[in-house]
Each structure stands twice: as structure tokens, then as C-alpha cells.
């Protein structure tokens, strides 16, 4: 069973179009990451988060982290083809050095 | 710029054989991890070394280890691959955050 849950498992949107994907957990998490991952490449970190509420935005990428962290949203805004990729999110407990992953949202925007 | 070097892309063995994976990085960082990624599953820790010859069990050790001899370097040793151990192995180097190398594609047959 994953820690972290994160939904949809797959997106295929259209250029130009908003979204939403979701990570969340029944357990607290001293921080939270969200990461981009490309074919044929490791998970390039976007974002982390670490305090209950806290926004934080990446020009169209939004991310949220829920107030009682144990959850986290990423929406991004007039989606790009260069979008499209693996969106993993990934808690932190106390000991910093282990990092729990969820499954990934597979997004594909389409030209 | 930052790099984490795993040494092959694509490997393909045979159940049985003894694989090394290896990972380098050049940042000087003290964490290094191990994690497999499979569809569906995300990416699930193996071992971590927080320091040379210093190594932790992560979630799913079975039929792996590890050795850190250097300070850089951090290798994943498959005593006796089997076929579920087919899979995307991510090597990471951890700062002030986790770098990623670019995968190996392991297929054991």
C-alpha cells in the first residue's frame, strides 16, 4: 500500500487547458516535493513545502500544501505541450533523508 | 553543473548473475540513495548511505546491498538476479535536494 495516493494515474488534455492533480495521505509529512520526470531521465525537483497552507507558484504551476500536511495539490494553468510528463510528489517525515513517493500522474497536454 | 552518472542505460542479464550497478556523483554529497521505479508503484527506496562505508535498509532491501568505498561512488549489487527484480533503477545524491541520475533499465531474462 503507498503512503502517498496521488490521483489521476493518467491526464490527457488539451493545449491550453487547466488541471488539477492531487497527493494525499493519512499520515503528516515534515515537508513535501514535487518532482517532473521525462522519458528516459531521473525526477528533476520543482518544488518543496513545508509549511500547513503554504502556496507556492512556479509561473503556471501552483502547489498547495494542505493544512494539516498530510496533503498537497499541484495546478497548473493553460497547460503546455511542454508540460507533459511524470508528476511524482514525494513526503518527507522526520528523518529528512527518506523520502516517500507516491505512484505518479502521467500527464500528456496535446498540441 | 550538477551530476549523478549511473554507468549504464540498459542492461540485460540473466537470472542468476551477479549485476552491479553504478552510481557517481560529483557534488560531494554526503546522502546517496538507491530506489527502483516501477509502473504503478512509484519509486521505492532500496538502501541509502548517509557516509562512506555507512549504509541503512530502505523499504525493499530483499536481495539487494550496497557499498559506498568512496565517497562518490554508491553501488547496487544484485547477489543473484531474478526476474522480478526487472525494473527502472534510480541512483540520487542528496544536498539540499535530492539530484537524480538518468536511470538504468534493468531486464533480467
Known amino acids: 500500500t503507498q503512503l502517498l495516493e496521488q490521483s489521476p494515474q493518467f491526464l490527457s488534455i488539451q493545449e491550453g487547458e487547466n488541471l488539477t492533480v492531487y497527493c494525499n495521505s493519512s499520515?503528516?509529512?515534515?515537508?513535501l516535493q514535487w518532482y517532473r520526470q521525462e522519458p528516459g531521465e531521473g525526477p528533476v525537483l520543482l518544488v518543496t513545502?513545508?509549511?500547513?497552507?503554504e502556496v507556492k507558484k512556479l509561473k503556471r504551476l501552483t502547489f498547495q500544501f494542505g493544512d494539516a500536511r498530510k496533503d498537497s495539490s499541484l495546478h497548473i494553468t493553460a497547460a503546455q505541450p511542454g508540460d507533459t510528463g511524470l508528476y511524482l510528489c514525494a513526503g518527507a517525515k522526520d528523518n529528512f533523508n527518506k523520502f516517500y513517493f507516491g505512484s505518479g500522474t502521467k500527464l500528456n497536454v496535446k498540441p | 553543473d550538477v551530476k549523478v552518472t549511473q554507468s549504464s542505460r540498459y542492461l540485460v542479464k540473466r537470472t542468476g548473475e551477479k549485476v552491479f550497478l553504478e552510481c557517481v556523483q560529483d557534488m560531494d554529497h554526503e546522502n546517496m540513495f538507491w530506489y527502483r521505479q516501477d509502473p504503478g508503484l512509484g519509486l521505492r527506496l532500496i538502501y541509502f548511505s548517509y557516509d562512506v562505508k555507512m549504509k541503512e535498509k530502505g523499504d525493499i532491501p530483499e536481495g539487494y546491498s550496497v557499498s559506498r568505498e568512496k565517497k562518490e561512488r554508491f553501488s547496487l549489487i544484485l547477489e543473484s538476479a531474478s526476474t522480478n527484480q526487472t525494473s527502472m533503477y534510480l541512483c540520487?545524491?542528496?544536498?539540499?535536494?535530492?539530484?537524480f541520475g538518468s536511470g538504468t533499465q534493468l531486464s533480467v531474462l
Open positions: 499520515s503528516v509529512f515534515s515537508s
Open positions: 513545502v513545508v509549511t500547513g497552507g
Open positions: 540520487a545524491s542528496k544536498g539540499l535536494k535530492l539530484f
